[in-house]
Antibody, heavy 117, light 112 residues
Framework: QVQLVQSGAEVKKPGASVKVSCKASGYTFTSYEINWVRQATGQGLEWMGWMSPNSGQTGHIQKFQGRVTMTRDTSISTAYMELSSLTSEDTAVYYC??????????WGQGTLVTVSS | DIVMTQTPLSSPVTLGQPASISCRSSQSLVHSDGNTYLSWLQQRPGQPPRLLIYKISNRLSGVPDRFSGSGAGTDFTLKISKVEAEDVGVYYCTQASQFPVTFGQGTRLEIK
């Protein structure tokens, strides 16, 4: 069965960077896009961007321009999302999601990133 | 960006009774390819979201048929024919007809 297993919770100081991993199994990693969606505590969902594991092509919303990097290692079927220059407003659960934009079909369990001095 | 507005924000429902959630988009969600990329997600407490319905009315495999979606253009509805205890959670509509993907603010379904 399709599984997306994300890395564990992180605590970072303001200004630092965080890199979240998402290991895929149960399907051909390069055949489906990976999206990243975040959710601040008690808040709604925010789509951050996407990556094609096949080509490495990425796209993200303007809000994260210059701060987000989405990469992958196809040899271990793992996608990564790195967010830099963290502030308290980046405190959230970050989800990787397999699928096209219109079919956010399989969700990872989420990774809590806490930004605190 | 397309703004998705859900109503109500909270819906107390009696077990076995129907529930309905509305979602309105700030622009038409009809894509240039003719499809309407409006989906519904369910997030149970402490869980990641789960896709229930895509392209307005298509249920994902394994989703109970008490869930149904309808609508067109800018107005959409998710209906639960007979609410069960496991349906408690927050429901989100989401659009992917125009970049970027956006979500409604969520509707909390709770049992009376």
């Amino acid at each position: 069965q399709v599984q997306l297993v994300q890395s564990g919770a992180e605590v970072k100081k303001p200004g630092a960077s965080v890199k979240v991993s998402c290991k895929a199994s149960g399907y051909t990693f390069t055949s489906y896009e990976i999206n990243w969606v975040r959710q601040a505590t008690g808040q709604g969902l925010e789509w951050m961007g996407w990556m094609s594991p096949n080509s490495g092509q990425t796209g993200h919303i303007q809000k994260f321009q210059g701060r987000v990097t989405m990469t992958r290692d196809t040899s271990i079927s793992t996608a990564y999302m790195e967010l830099s220059s963290l502030t308290s407003e980046d405190t959230a659960v970050y989800y990787c999601v397999r699928g096209t934009w219109e079919l956010l079909e399989h969700w990872g369990q989420g990774t809590l990133v806490t930004v605190s001095s | 960006d397309i703004v998705m507005t859900q109503t109500p924000l909270s819906s107390p429902v009696t077990l076995g009774q129907p529930a309905s959630i509305s979602c309105r988009s700030s622009q038409s969600l009809v894509h240039s390819d003719g499809n309407t990329y409006l989906s519904w997600l369910q997030q149970r407490p402490g869980q990641p979201p789960r896709l229930l319905i895509y392209k307005i009315s298509n249920r994902l495999s394994g989703v109970p048929d008490r869930f149904s979606g309808s609508g067109a253009g800018t107005d959409f509805t998710l209906k639960i024919s007979k609410v069960e205890a496991e349906d408690v959670g927050v429901y989100y509509c989401t659009q992917a007809s125009q970049f970027p993907v956006t979500f409604g603010q969520g509707t909390r379904l709770e049992i009376k």
